[in-house]
């Protein structure tokens, strides 16, 4: 069974009402992203920072996966498929698909502060400032915030080394080092970019499918189950 490895970005999840930074010019409630995604920030003003992670939590309660993510995982049927999203949300898993890294964290887990092995499943979509870990550290989101390192590359290049196909699907290939995966992919193999924009990737031979997550990821279907 050929092995089909597909990159998911923000894109991915727009159309299940993710909203992303992108969408809001950078901005959550008159707030730079640096306010409120990076480790300075948890250090300066916890309080905010644990507000916006509470409230992405709530919405994804409320949000579903789309077309594009029941798609993928219907892909099963006929591939080894393996995911490595920068998503942070539960989406692919909610779909059904069985294999996901998750580059920059999950939202529904938490971690120690000082043990960053210590991760847990967040029962329900709040986090008090007082929870903590084991060793008396106040937990936080389990999230790579803008400046920390993704430890999950170290899995992520190997998975796309193997890939018999890649697919790109809703990411500007502009966040890096997520965005330098594409690169690590065999010479010579089919790459398809799923997405409106059409996000260049510098490799022969790329195939673009100009449309949203789930219109592409059926056209792709189209494409390779023939």
Known sequence: MQKLVV???????????IRTFRDNGGLWEEHDVTEVATPEAWARNPK?????????????????????????????????????????????????????????????????????????????????????????SQLRPHIVWFGEA?????????????????VVVGTSLNVYPAAGLVYYAQEGIPIYVIDPARPEVKIKGVEYIQKGAGEGVEKLKEILIK
């Not at 006929?78 to 294999?99: C, M, P, W, Y």
């Not at 847990?120 to 400032?129: A, F, Q, R």
């Not at 993704?150 to 998975?159: K, N, R």
Request: with cysteine; charged share 30%.
């Open 150 to 166: 993704v430890p999950a590359m170290e899995d992520a290049i190997p998975i796309v080394e193997q890939a018999d196909i890649l």
């Open 7 to 17: 990159l998911t970005g923000a894109g991915m999840s727009a159309e299940s009402g």
């Open 48 to 136: 905010l920072v644990n507000r916006f992670y509470n409230e992405r939590r709530k919405q994804l309660l409320e949000c579903e996966p789309n077309a594009g993510h029941t798609g993928l995982a219907e892909l099963e049927k006929h591939f080894d498929v393996d995911i490595i999203t920068q998503n942070v949300d539960d989406l692919h898993e909610r779909a059904g698909s069985s294999k996901i890294l998750h580059l920059h964290g999950e939202l529904k887990k938490v971690r120690s502060s000082v043990d960053p092995s210590y991760v847990v499943e967040l029962d329900g979509w709040e986090l008090k400032l007082g929870d903590k870990c084991p060793k008396g």
